[in-house]
């Protein structure tokens, strides 16, 4: 199916949606996500930062679809056009939905542990405006801690229901879910209760801003003063590709490797994630690509060869990926 | 006398009992579909009958009914849309609490038509009573072999079922309450998939309105081509009319699509003018979510014709001058009625009733209440004029389902008609609610 | 909703033992459950839980919904949500005789701000409060079909309509009298049209 999208056409398989066919084409005409997460079912559709205008629905039939669509739940027709950085309403509407999503955001980024790394940030950065017009009083809920690793912190979600979705699909028995309605909605287990689950740290990565945070990490460090390094292990669980946070020769935090969109590649299980925090318990493979324009990278490689040497002191096991050839 | 088809029995006592609305000729057009049609000619006669869905999208029911997928082996719905709750509509009550059997016998009807062998009738939480009216009618009807096994001696069988819902407007949203029937939150879905394919359990599901399966009844008795003879042009047959506020005879009317909207408030065969000589001062006409009009558009469109009561007539103009006709819940309102006030008694039912799926309507809908809540407060500055409309216009066609457009139109009309209802309170610091004689009316009744 | 409750509620082992249904109540649930192909129980929910409020006391606890949740055999947490969802499941404790009185405009239109205020004084609490003596809860209801008819209040099954003061004292009076509680699923529901 062909669709053109920005005025770059592309050929896909049927059953695409309209962003993976943009993100097919690249980052450039790829709308930003919230909610959306592709490895898990029936996300997506929920924060309208993905919106698009469809001005052709297909060859056969020309007609313009007549409200903006959610990309990320759109299929393609063949022949359909899309427009996204090109279209003025997108980018003004898209605006609208930056402003919603912050207005009863706490814009704590100095204290959260999120920031660096913060889907709200890039995405406020990108597509919001400077001021809020919002003059009252912001929703405010106790933090909570749902079991011994995972912190909620309520007042900084968007409501993307990820976290929920992984419960679902990752875990046989969800705890935690949607409570109340509207702007009073909130995540939460109502009874006092904890995730308890070998993949429940999985809800931190999916998370997209600093709502579930991991607190084995709490404070340690600003995310940009750590270094990201790809490393595996022998788990049984999962399949123990990992990211760690190291600084010096600690290992400050434990991830899934994230993709470009910001999404898991894998799935890590928790003990992965919260036990294994020493550099002996992994085989580095090398540092993490990280993309240019984060702020993660502001910080890296610039004494990376002191990174390697220490890496390798340390890791005295043999038969590890030679570093040099990561890119 | 306008012709009625569907509440012509209202006066009758004992209506709602079936011996008695047998006796009124009920149930002959299950009689009819079942020994001398087969179900696509019902399909055809609701199409060439030009039916509207009366919930308040007015969409071709027979169209709706024709996109029905068929797939063997899987079970198709019919499921009644009895959720009203759309402020200003209480028409479905009417009809289900007076005569029950009407819808009943509407829901076997179209049920056949579409071939379902179980159909369940949604009927929101808080008319509980009218739940069990309906429960009644239905047990009646088993009873006297309306429902179940081999309907009149035929190959039909069928089941007809009640469910309560638990409070929530957005339950009207036939996705919605598609998930509340599966014991969900009333979230809308994402569509497509669209019920016909997809609906309920996954299954092929119609989801009608109350009146729109009523009136089934009178097409397949006297046929689409005659019903279709009533009305104006597109807007067939006869629609139910709430009306309420500021007039003299509140209640539900049965119009004949086509009378003229000045007919309907000042005659006394419907709402019997504005009430303590007051003069009309502007028309909800389709329910709360669209837009309100100024006396003078009401009554004429801005070409200086005579508004209808029809779908066409009061969309005449689009949204500039113009309304629609939605579910029939026609709220009058007289010269001393503040615009702003009844504004934000809308805002804080939408905000109330957002689900909080999708962000534009859970932080927006709230946000327009907050600032309404100001010009009350009489702390609002001019400014926030713009703001409003621009925060309406963002959320307007960018939500999931359209409880974003139901919010926000009706912040729009009152800005682009009452502007300066607004901006006086603005600049004088200061709202005075002057609708005072209604205080009189509280201790005189 | 209406009674929102937020931060993690205390879950009691042996109040949720002793939550079972009554003979009676159990016989209504079974025959809303067989309203729906039997692997699609869940579909009951909504009007199990209304039963339940009804069963017992009028308000849901955590116990109620585990329970209602073990009848329908899914999670405890999709209990949660869904009653947590509508505005009719109360999820604390209220008076015996909920009041709601609708405020969406065309009883506004007609009033009822000033019924809110007089239940108000009469009954010496305001709105979201309930009397001492437990008797009576004030909420405020959003559009209830009754615009015709407005002002209006509903209490339990009950709708009260084109309401006065007169109407507002007599209404109190009767309800204290006879003391009982007042849920949706009550069998006397005869509109005070």
Known sequence: MKVTIDGIEIDVPKGTTILEAARMIGPEVAPPTMCYYSSLKTSGGYCRTCIVKVTQGSAANPTPMPKPVASCRTEVMDGMVVENTINKDVLEARKGVVEFLLMNHPLDCPVCDQAGECSLQDLGYEHGAAKTRYEFPRREFERIDIGKYVQLHMNRCIMCFRCVKVAEQLTDNRVHGVMHRGDAAEISTYIENVIENEFSGNVIDVCPVGALTDKTFRFKSRVWFTKPVDATCDCKKCSGKVRLWMKGPDVLRVTSRKNIWGEAEEFICNTCRFERKNVSDWKVEGPSQIHRSSVISQNHYNHLNELKVQIMKQQKALGFMDINKRP | ?445 | ?193
């Open chain 2, 1 to 445: 006398m306008g012709r009625k088809l569907l509440i012509h029995n209202d006066h009758v006592p004992n209506i709602h009992t079936l011996e008695v609305y047998r006796a009124h000729g009920g149930y002959a057009s299950v009689e009819k579909a079942l020994k001398t049609m087969q179900p696509d000619q019902i399909t055809d006669e609701v199409k060439t009958s030009g039916l509207r869905g009366r919930g308040g999208a007015g969409f071709p029911t027979g169209m709706k009914w024709s996109f029905l997928a068929k797939p063997e082996g899987v079970p198709r719905y019919l499921v009644c849309n009895a959720d009203e709750s759309e402020p200003g509509t209480f028409k479905d009550r009417y009809l289900m609490e007076k005569i029950p059997h009407a819808l009943i016998e509407g829901m076997i009807t179209s049920s056949y038509a579409l071939g379902a062998k179980t159909s369940y009738i949604y009927i929101r939480g808080e008319y509980f009573y009218v739940a069990r009216i309906v429960e009644a009618a239905i047990a009646e009807a088993y009873a006297a072999g309306w429902l179940g096994k081999n309907i009149l001696g035929t190959d039909f069988s069928h089941d007809c079922y009640v469910q309560v819902g638990g409070g929530a407007y957005i339950c009207g949203e036939e996705t919605a309450l598609l998930e509340s029937l599966e014991g969900k939150r009333g979230n809308p879905r994402i569509k497509p998939p669209f019920p016909a394919v997809a609906g309920l359990w996954g299954c092929p599901t119609v989801v009608n309105n109350v009146e729109t399966i009523a009136a089934v009844v009178p097409i397949v008795n006297m046929g689409g081509e005659e019903y279709a003879k009533i009305g104006v042009g597109k807007s067939t047959g006869t629609k139910l009319i709430s009306a309420s506020g500021h007039i003299n005879k509140p209640g539900v009317y049965e119009i004949e699509l086509g009378i003229t909207v000045e007919d309907f408030i000042y005659s006394d065969e419907y709402c019997g003018g504005i009430r303590n000589g007051k003069k009309l001062k502007a028309v909800v006409a389709g329910g709360s979510s669209v837009p309100i009009l100024p006396t003078e558009l009401i009554l004429k469109t801005a070409k200086g014709e005579p508004r209808l009561m029809t779908y066409e007539s009061l969309a005449d103009g689009g949204f500039q001058t113009g309304t629609m006709l939605g579910s029939g819940g026609f709220i009058a309102m007289d010269e001393d009625t503040s615009i702003v006030k009844n504004l934000f008694t809308f805002a804080r039912f939408y905000h109330h009733e957002s689900c909080g799926q999708c962000s534009p309507c859970r932080e927006g809908t709230g946000w327009m209440e907050k600032i309404l809540q100001k010009f009350l407060n009489g702390t609002a500055n001019e400014s926030d004029v713009e703001l409003l409309w621009d925060i309406q216009s963002k959320i307007e066609g960018k939500t999931i389902c359209p409880l974003g457009e139901a919010a926000a139109w009706p912040v729009a009309a009152a800005i682009r008609h009452f502007k300066h209802e607004f901006l006086e309170i603005a600049k004088n610091k200061k709202f005075v609610d002057i609708s005072h004689y209604d205080r009189l009316n509280l201790v005189r009744a």
């Open chain 3, 1 to 193: 909703m209406g009674s929102q409750v937020h931060g993690a509620q205390k879950f009691d082992e042996a109040k949720r033992a002793a939550t079972v249904f009554s003979e009676e109540a159990m016989k209504t649930v079974q025959t809303i459950i067989s309203h729906y192909p039997p692997e699609k129980i869940k579909s009951a929910l909504l009007p199990v839980l209304h039963v339940a409020q009804a069963e017992f006391g009028g308000w849901l606890s955590p116990e109620t919904m585990d329970y209602v949740a073990s009848i329908l055999k899914i999670k405890p947490v999709e209990v949660f949500e869904v009653a947590s969802f509508y505005t009719m499941y109360n999820l604390k404790p209220m008076g015996k005789c909920v009041l709601e009185v609708c405020q969406t405009s065309s009883c506004w239109l007609n009033g009822a701000e000033d019924i809110v205020k007089y239940i108000e004084k009469r009954l010496n609490i305001k709105v979201g409060e309930t009397t001492k003596d437990g008797m009576f809860s004030l909420k405020v209801a959003e559009c209830l079909g009754s615009c015709g008819t407005a002002p209006m209040l509903q209490c339990g099954a009950s709708y009260h309509e084109n309401l006065t003061y007169e109407k507002v004292d007599n209404l109190l009076e009767t309800y204290r009298a006879d003391g009982r509680l007042r849920s949706y699923t009550d069998m006397d529901y005869k509109n005070t049209l």
